[in-house]
């Protein structure tokens, strides 16, 4: 009798791990972008670390790596300066 392999403790495949790094790398970009207007208290630092994530698995898109990291990095500077500015953490109209 051999042994039963499940699916879900076999490594993945290579091309499994490029498709995971790629939908890294745009969902990264997508909440940099996001992250600019709301919530970006959370969506910065997370597009960050999805951005740099997507980079270390050699995403097959790594100018939107790069460009979720730095709309991540842009997320976390608006906020400083809205907190410095205002003393609050989201955008006020008045």
Not at 8 to 14: I, K
Request: aromatic share 4%; charged share 15%; proline share 4%.
């Amino acid at each position: 009798m051999s042994p039963r392999t499940d699916s879900r403790t076999e490594a993945a495949s290579p091309a499994a791990r490029t498709r995971d790094a790629d939908a890294m790398a745009v969902t990264g970009f997508v909440l940099g972008l996001v992250g600019l207007l709301v919530m970006n208290v959370i969506l910065g630092p997370t597009a960050v670390v999805l951005g740099a994530l997507a980079l270390l698995r050699h995403t097959t898109r790594p100018g939107r790596a790069r460009l979720a990291i730095g709309l991540g990095l842009a997320d976390v500077v608006l906020l400083v300066c809205l907190v410095t500015a205002d003393g609050t953490w989201s955008w006020s109209l008045t």
